[in-house]
């Protein structure tokens, strides 16, 4: 038999508190923007927050999706190839409650427009997730 004499230490230190993540309901997204690799890294995160996200490339695909899925909320750029942004967002609103920009930092949303501003990180993401809670 073989006996192992551990040195004995203090009590470990209390664990530093970690701010959790607030606990969010899963929605689905629709993002439309015609370069996939925009995206990446905002699906990647939502897909690590347990979040559904459905790219488009372009207005059609994405009308087209939409009526056929059920969504949380249509996130578009302002660039589409072949519809204007206000005109999409007037056609897409039968199919979500929330529609919206994906924004950069060159071209804002404007006041009062649902946004997700890329690149998009966690803290960007958890911010518009939480503006699809439903209020107290």
Known sequence: AL???????????PATKVQAQPELAT??????HPDA????????FLGGMDQ????????SE????????RFDAILATRQLPDLPWQ?????????APVIGLLATASDPAPPGVPALRLP????????FLATLEPGP
Do not use: S
């Open 62 to 69: 994405a009308l087209e999706c939409a009526g056929r899925f």
């Open 3 to 13: 006996t192992v004499v551990l040195p004995l230490t203090g009590a470990p230190a």
């Open 52 to 59: 559904r996200a459905v790219p488009a490339a372009n207005a």
């Open 87 to 95: 005109e999409f967002a007037q056609r897409a609103r039968q199919y």
């Open 27 to 32: 929605h689905t997204l629709l993002l439309v």
């Open 37 to 44: 690799a925009a995206l990446r890294t905002a699906i990647v």
């Open 120 to 127: 998009a990180d966690e803290g960007e993401l958890l911010r």
